[in-house]
């Protein structure tokens, strides 16, 4: 991860890289179909992709993997707000990341989130069911802040802000929002922060996963075996028994 080449990359005059303009490019193309199915052919699109609780009669497998691809129908100004945050976080983190485990870092949160907001379904006021790409976003923000926390950003492009009270702020918010239930999707967006988080702190890395377990098995096998120090005569140069 090169967290020294971040700063040089960050800045609202910033250009968003090849790998950013293709997946917004693809969520642009994926939203301007759901409009004309949902407004214009009258084919219920969202209501199948859109992830519902476990429990709901209209829950499926496959929602868990198109959920984030989809947003609100009825409200494209918070789908061009989720584009701006994108183009302006996705850059610099892709930076510090390298394109593969930037999109392995963005679709796991959203895995994550939907983990989280599953787990939570069953209890009062999560239950609603959950589109969008927003967990994602946040835990973007966050992971910038962790890595550049001293960098300056203008919040709403006005109040300068540094990266990492900007993180704070935004966990702590959710928190407290999925804490009053004020919040029916805050279970989901804790969970996203908290899957980037971990990843961020390479505890989701398959690869690490996979070592940590060769060394886990190599330690197992070591503690079935015992030196035996038994009574040994003088001049015994047979070395100790292993067993």
């Not at 802040?145 to 919040?155: D, N, Q, R, V």
Request: hydrophobic share 45%; glycine share 8%; with cysteine.
């Amino acid at each position: 991860m090169r967290r020294d080449r971040i700063r040089m990359f960050y800045g609202f005059g910033s250009k968003v890289t090849l790998l950013g303009k293709r997946l917004l490019f693809i969520y642009g193309t994926i939203y301007v179909f759901e409009l004309l199915f949902e407004h214009w052919f009258k084919v219920p699109v969202v209501s199948a992709l859109q992830l519902y609780p476990i429990k709901h009669w209209n829950f499926h497998v496959w929602q868990l993997f198109t959920h984030p691809f989809i947003h609100n129908p009825h409200s494209p100004f918070s789908f061009l707000i989720s584009c701006v945050v994108f183009y302006f976080f996705s850059g610099p983190v892709e930076h510090a990341f390298g394109p593969k485990r930037f999109l392995l870092l963005f679709y796991t949160s959203a895995l994550g989130s939907a983990l989280c907001g599953l787990g939570f379904s069953g209890v009062a006021g999560f239950n609603a069911p959950f589109l969008g790409m927003m967990p994602s976003l946040l835990s973007l923000i966050v992971t910038f802040g962790l890595l550049s926390p001293e960098a300056t950003i203008l919040l709403m492009f006005i109040l300068p802000i540094k990266a990492k009270y900007l993180s704070y702020g935004i966990i702590i918010i959710t928190f407290l929002t999925f804490l009053a239930k004020a919040n029916p999707h805050g279970a989901y967006h804790l969970g996203g922060i908290l899957f980037g988080y971990l990843y961020f702190r390479n505890l989701l890395d398959p690869r690490l996963i996979y070592l940590r377990y060769l060394e886990w098995r190599l330690k197992r096998k070591r503690s079935r075996f015992k030196v035996m120090d038994g009574y040994k005569e003088k001049g015994d140069d047979d070395p100790p028994t292993y067993h």
